[in-house]
């Protein structure tokens, strides 16, 4: 994964040179951003119309401070965040091992699921199956062979196309723009708790916002300098994330209000079938295209940064990990026998699953290890951003402090919320 840059600090910190740099923000939101996400924001909008746009702004001002300061600590540090988490003790190691493993099995067949589906709508002559299994395939030699910049630049494209064809959807359905700005004030109708959880929390990724900072290496951004391109990029990244699900909210709120809708990934595909009886086809391929993009880049950057992570994770345990400014989380991780053996991890062993209707066991082991993850990065970081391992000048202050507090709690109710539901 070759850098970008050299390790010396940028001599222009203006705004243009920040957003000609923009990149690793674009990765996060695109992979942030799944079939699932949209699906469940198009639920809240078919029940409660544009009620809960406040949720949806609230979760992408919470990703935005997460993802800041998981890039923060990257960049001010000059250490990865695995490294940060073995400095708290082996426990850490051990919660990111066990969840990582399970969570990359269970992950790789939902994700090659959910690139089968629209795939088989455009193509129905293979099965959902084994389009999701080419699916898979195609994902690993794409972070086998290629590099990071030629990543970057195809997933920006594959954000392109979502941007054109999930925000066009919302523009073909004349959103009402005047309710949508009523539905920035806080209000929560009977019944709506669990979607406003839902929307504050899924907004953006779980465990691919740790994997943020590892991209900012890979683009050749090491050491403090970097940060102010960091922020922009970081904001440009989940401000798109919210445009996303904006989109789906209005789409939910005026074509399907009151009908109901199929949650699930399916879901998306209940939608092409109403734009289509409502617009025609030419609305409903676009749209199966735009969800293909969507699945297909969750997909790709899983199997790009969280790899990246579990290679550092392995390196983390076995030895004591350099700072990043020896550059070994570029080309190092990259070229690794553990990076390549998770890859294959995500690929070939969770094939299995889709033959399978229901896992329902690896499920609930999953559900209740991811409903963990988001209060762990969100406590490490408040620690860690306030510790002395931290230069003082790049330490949190106090809005920092705050949404990363906020967010320990909304994360903690929401885990206490899984793990009740999967015990019950």
């Known amino acids: 994964m070759s850098a970008e840059t050299t390790e010396r600090d940028p001599a222009n910190t203006g705004w243009g040179s920040r957003l000609r740099r923009v990149g690793p923000g674009i990765m996060a939101a695109a992979t942030g951003v799944g079939a699932g996400d949209l699906v469940a924001t198009?639920?809240?909008?078919?029940?409660?119309?544009?009620?809960?746009?406040?949720?949806?702004?609230?979760?992408?001002?919470?990703?935005?401070?997460l993802g800041e300061a998981v890039g923060r600590w990257h960049l001010g540090s000059k250490r990865t965040m695995m490294a940060g988490w073995r400095s708290l003790g082996r426990w850490t190691m051990w919660f990111f091992g066990g969840y990582v493993v399970v969570w990359g099995f269970v992950y790789g067949a939902t994700a090659m699921s959910a690139t089968g589906l629209p795939l088989n709508a455009l193509f129905p002559g293979?099965?959902?199956?084994?389009?999701?299994?080419?699916?898979?395939?195609?994902?690993?030699?794409?972070?086998?062979?290629?590099?990071?910049?030629?990543?970057?630049?195809?997933?920006?494209?594959?954000?392109?196309?979502?941007?054109?064809?999930?925000?066009?959807?919302?523009?073909?359905?004349?959103?009402d723009l005047?309710?949508?700005?009523?539905?920035?004030?806080?209000?929560?109708p009977d019944g709506s708790l669990i979607y406003v959880l839902g929307l504050i929390g899924g907004v953006g990724g779980t465990i691919t916002m740790a994997a943020y900072g590892y991209w900012t290496l890979a683009k050749g951004w090491r050491g403090p300098g970097w940060i102010p391109f960091m922020r922009t990029d970081n904001a440009v990244g989940y401000l798109t994330t919210g445009v996303f699900v904006v989109a789906m909210l209005i789409v939910g709120s005026e074509l399907l209000l009151?009908?109901?809708?199929?949650?699930?990934?399916r879901g998306l595909l209940e939608l092409g079938g109403r734009l289509a009886a409502e617009y025609?086809?030419?609305?409903?391929?676009?749209?199966?295209?735009?969800?293909?993009?969507?699945?297909?880049?969750?997909?790709l950057g899983v199997w790009n940064g969280v790899s990246l992570m579990?290679?550092?994770?392995?390196?983390?345990?076995?030895?004591?990990?350099?700072?990043?400014?020896?550059?070994?989380?570029?080309?190092?991780?990259?070229?690794?026998?553990?990076?390549?053996?998770?890859?294959?991890?995500?690929?070939?062993?969770?094939?299995?699953?889709?033959?399978?209707?229901?896992?329902?066991?690896?499920?609930i082991l999953y559900g209740v290890l991811g409903a963990l993850f988001m209060p762990f990065l969100a406590g490490t970081l408040l620690f860690l951003l306030n510790s002395r391992r931290m230069p003082e000048a790049y330490r949190s202050g106090w809005l920092s402090n705050v949404v990363l507090s906020l967010c320990l709690v909304l994360f903690a109710?929401?885990?206490?919320?899984?793990?009740?539901g999967y015990l019950t």
């Open 258 to 265: 009151g009908q109901g809708i199929t949650e699930g990934d």
């Open 178 to 188: 005047t309710a949508l700005a009523g539905g920035a004030v806080p209000r929560l």
């Open 42 to 65: 198009l639920v809240a909008g078919s029940r409660f119309g544009y009620t809960l746009f406040w949720a949806i702004v609230l979760g992408t001002v919470f990703k935005l401070g």
């Open 413 to 420: 109710v929401l885990a206490v919320h899984r793990l009740l």
């Open 126 to 175: 293979i099965s959902v199956r084994y389009w999701g299994m080419f699916c898979g395939v195609v994902g690993l030699a794409l972070v086998w062979f290629g590099r990071y910049r030629a990543l970057e630049r195809l997933m920006t494209v594959l954000v392109g196309v979502m941007f054109v064809t999930v925000v066009g959807t919302a523009v073909l359905v004349a959103p």
């Open 310 to 363: 579990f290679a550092d994770w392995w390196r983390t345990w076995r030895t004591e990990p350099p700072t990043t400014s020896g550059g070994e989380h570029g080309n190092g991780l990259l070229r690794s026998a553990a990076y390549r053996g998770y890859v294959l991890w995500l690929t070939v062993p969770p094939m299995s699953l889709l033959f399978f209707d229901r896992p329902f066991q690896l499920t």
């Open 280 to 299: 025609g086809q030419w609305a409903r391929l676009p749209f199966l295209i735009g969800f293909l993009a969507v699945t297909f880049t969750s997909l």
